[in-house]
């Protein structure tokens, strides 16, 4: 996935004519251009806020109500990771 983010970069220097260290994070904003990462991470997130019914919030392993009730249940996850429904 490196090298492929690597090659994307280079292809859109050249695109844009532009030399090799000047940065690409605002010629993908300009150009509404996707890094590789995020054109695997936005499909994902979109499948999750399409499909909220299917997943459980923290409502369901808390019977208290608390400030995080609407956050995504992750069980038996040892990372705390938070995914905001919006």
Known sequence: MHQVFKLQKRVVRVM???GPRFSCRSLYRKFNILP??????L???LFIVDNQKDFLTNAYANSFDTRNKN???LPGCSAIV???LF
């Open 16 to 18: 844009y004519g532009v």
């Open 36 to 41: 590789i990462a995020c054109q695997y991470i």
């Open 43 to 45: 499909p994902s997130m």
């Open 71 to 73: 956050r995504l249940y």
């Open 82 to 84: 938070y995914i905001y």
